[in-house]
């Protein structure tokens, strides 16, 4: 599982920085549950916050914070999704 971080990490900076289109998967369930998609949003993931706690763009959903290629950037999963991919294995 990967850490919980801070709401502040979670900025408008890092928010404009990428985004899922960057790992190649389409925005969609399918894809973002699948073992391409769990292995690589895995992979570069460093940590989540409640999207509610976010001063930018707070949502009813997960932001999880990622590294690809020395920038830190972050987008929002749906809570199905985030369980899915980064909790999923754990009851498999």
């Not at 920085?17 to 699948?34: K, L, T, V």
């Not at 991919?85 to 754990?90: A, E, L, P, Q």
Request: aromatic share 14%; with cysteine; hydrophobic share 40%.
């Amino acid at each position: 599982m990967i850490p919980k971080l801070d709401s502040t990490s979670f900025t408008w900076q890092r928010w404009r920085a990428g985004s899922i289109h960057d790992f190649n998967i389409p925005c969609r369930y399918e894809m973002i549950i699948s073992g391409y998609g769990k292995m690589v949003l895995n992979k570069h993931a460093i940590g989540w916050c409640c999207g509610e706690n976010l001063l930018c763009r707070p949502k009813n959903e997960v932001a999880v914070m990622f590294e690809k290629d020395g920038i830190k950037f972050w987008f929002h999963l749906r809570q199905k999704e985030f369980i899915e991919v980064f909790r999923g294995d754990k009851n498999d």
